[in-house]
């Protein structure tokens, strides 16, 4: 059997400069009380539920307004007797006043049985 060496108790440094290599590895062990950012705990976040996208809404097309059965924005020739034509040219007119079926309604004009 072999003899083993009697030691006096004294741990050696190399054996304390290990252990505090390990623990510094491990993060045991600093001096220092204030934490760093990367020492914090990991935390698992929740997934976020998938929300529905929501339909988008529509929004209705306003109906154009109607006049005679002719758009009201329609480019009307009102001659010098008060008729309103839709045709510049109905019946030869030769004078006559440019604006807008609305205008024209308003002003109290009559439509012509001809083109209107």
Known sequence: M?????????????VWAGLLAVLAVIGIGGS???????????????AAEPTETP??????????KRIHGWYADTTVYVSSSGIIHINKDCSGMK?????????????????CEKCG
Not at 2 to 14: I, Y
Not at 55 to 64: D, I, M, N, R
């Open 2 to 14: 072999a003899k083993r060496k009697k030691t006096s108790g004294k741990v050696s440094w190399k």
């Open 32 to 46: 220092s009380s204030k934490k760093d950012a990367s020492e914090e705990p990991v935390r698992a976040v929740a």
């Open 55 to 64: 339909a988008p809404t529509e929004v209705p097309t306003p109906t154009p």
């Open 95 to 111: 004078h006559y006043t440019e604006m807008t079926l609305e205008e024209a309604d308003a002003a109290g004009y009559e439509l």
